[in-house]
């Protein structure tokens, strides 16, 4: 009986570890996602509008 409720704990504790490791995962993917949406969103804000295009509203077109 001892020997089963070892294995249980044993069972349940690789688990939990199992659990934070993904967690863990998961928020660097996270955090690697919005990095890259970030870098992304500075380039486009800095690179210039291609010629002829952007600068002026054409209203009457």
Not at 17 to 45: H, I, M, P, R, Y
Request: glycine share 6%; aromatic share 2%.
């Amino acid at each position: 009986m001892d020997s089963d409720l070892s294995i249980q704990l044993t069972t349940s504790r690789a688990a939990v570890g199992a659990g934070s490791v993904q967690t863990a995962v998961l928020k660097k993917a996270a955090e690697a996602e919005a990095s890259t949406a970030t870098l992304v969103a500075e380039a486009v804000q800095s690179a210039p509008a291609p010629t002829g295009q952007g600068l002026k509203v054409d209203k009457y077109a």
